[in-house]
Nanobody
Framework: QVQLVESGGGSVQAGGSLTLSCAAS????????MAWYRQVPGKPRELVAT???????SYGDFVKGRFTISRDNAKQMEYLHMNSLKPEDTGVYYC???????????????WGQGTQVTVSS
């Protein structure tokens, strides 16, 4: 098994920036797509951004150019750079990876435990 651990959450003023990171607890044989989701109070979990193994990124409509997803395949890390944060961005942010643990396993989705982002007005 593997654990994904997010870091970098915190509290910022509106208009501020945060960078979230996601790392695995062990080396992984293969990582396919990586993504960030968020759980905003009163809403279902929603997709923030995804990035393929070939570095193709896509974003939720609400991002509107404010966030950038990236990955470091050598370090097996994922990042979410968030600028121009708004109070409505407040929530718990989760990383999600589609990965193959070793040569004997299949591709499966794994979730991190989440990191809190709070944006005050």
């Amino acid at each position: 098994q593997v654990q994904l651990v997010e870091s970098g959450g915190g509290s910022v003023q509106a208009g501020g920036s945060l960078t979230l990171s996601c790392a695995a607890s062990r080396r992984i044989f293969r990582i396919d797509d990586m993504a960030w989701y968020r759980q905003v109070p009163g809403k279902p979990r929603e997709l923030v951004a995804t990035i393929t193994s070939g570095d193709m990124a896509s974003y939720g409509d609400f991002v509107k150019g404010r966030f950038t997803i990236s990955r470091d395949n050598a370090k097996q890390m994922e990042y979410l750079h968030m600028n121009s944060l708004k109070p409505e961005d407040t929530g718990v942010y989760y990383c999600n990876w589609r990965l193959q643990l070793n040569i004997l396993t299949n591709l499966q989705g794994y979730w991190g435990q989440g990191t809190q982002v709070t944006v005050s007005s």
